[in-house]
């Protein structure tokens, strides 16, 4: 699955973050940041999921 963030629309909630740890994290910016492209991880469709701005995509 490929794993998209839109820096422009995220709020840096962390909530992708705590969800899912070996996918997202939050960077020096205070966004979310993806620390892989690509990913099998079930977490990470969770994350895209109860991101509250939908700035997380997962296909």
Avoid: N, Q, Y
């Avoid at 820096?7 to 973050?17: E, K, M, S």
């Avoid at 979310?32 to 492209?37: E, I, M, P, T």
């Avoid at 991101?51 to 997380?56: E, N, V």
């Amino acid at each position: 699955m490929k794993v998209t963030i839109d820096r422009d629309t995220c709020i840096g909630c962390g909530v992708c973050a705590s969800i899912c740890p070996d996918v997202f994290e939050i960077d020096d910016e205070g966004k979310a940041k993806a620390l892989v492209a690509e990913t099998d991880l079930e977490c990470a469709k969770e994350a895209a999921e109860s991101c509250p701005t939908g700035s997380i995509t997962v296909e």
